[in-house]
């Protein structure tokens, strides 16, 4: 069996030439068991999905402020950032919003779909009421950084158990041949550790705790 690694001056190949095992090893290649079925994307319920403050996605203190504010004494405590200007405009707001849950969720080409539901939900879901979004107060929240990522994460979470599916397993290449793979180099933890209980002599290891484990065998 051809043994591919080569470790700078440690031509690996070379170094298990007594060690060659007579039968080949396969090794079976399966394919991956979790797919995104993007189909799945036009079913998502805005209206479904709970408010922002009750996200474990959003930083206590605002969790805090915004819960006061919409949900407990629907009294205002929001305060005016002099220093920030006048708030965005409501289509720069969710515009920035939606990209953000594209981003988190790792999705390409979505904006278009993902644009009505995340308005959707900033406006009659996210404060835990219908809010009007042109309201200054409200673009102000909308406006915040930290606000816009905790949105975006919670959705992008929600998206992504909505679409990510569990396949049986299936084999992509079942007869597999660990002879048939390509040399590479390896850099890392070196001198290659020195082995008497594997099949080959020396050993490759990533990091000092791996090299423990082949060094200490249970």
């Not at 700078?8 to 068991?33: F, G, H």
């Not at 995340?118 to 606000?147: P, S, W």
């Not at 990510?164 to 041949?177: G, Q």
Request: proline fraction near 7%; glycine fraction near 2%; hydrophobic fraction near 40%.
């Amino acid at each position: 069996m051809y043994f591919p690694w080569t470790v700078r001056d440690y031509p690996l190949a070379q170094a298990v030439e007594d060690r060659i095992v007579k039968a080949p090893i396969a090794i079976p290649l399966t394919k991956p068991r979790l797919t995104h079925n993007l189909l799945k994307l036009s079913s998502l319920d805005p209206l479904a999905l709970g408010p922002i403050y009750e996200q474990e996605e959003l930083a206590e203190p605002v969790r805090v402020t915004l819960k006061m504010e919409f949900a407990i004494t629907e009294s205002e405590v929001y305060q005016a950032d002099l220093a920030a200007g006048s708030p965005s405009i409501t289509e720069e707001l969710l515009g920035s919003s939606t990209t953000k849950v594209i981003q988190q969720a790792k999705l390409t080409d979505a904006f278009a779909q993902l644009l009505p539901p995340v308005q959707t939900y900033i406006a009659d879901r996210c404060f835990g009421k219908t809010v009007n979004l042109e309201d200054e107060a409200t673009r102000a929240h909308l406006q915040r950084l930290d606000l816009q990522e905790g949105i975006a994460k919670y959705l992008a979470r929600k998206i992504s158990e909505l679409m990510v599916e569990k396949r049986p397993i299936e084999f992509e290449k079942a007869d597999f041949r660990l002879s048939n793979t390509k040399p590479f180099s390896w850099r890392r933890n070196l001198p290659p550790l020195e082995a008497e209980r594997t099949v080959f002599n020396y050993v490759a290891t990533y990091n000092d705790f791996e090299r423990s484990i082949v060094s200490n065998p249970r």
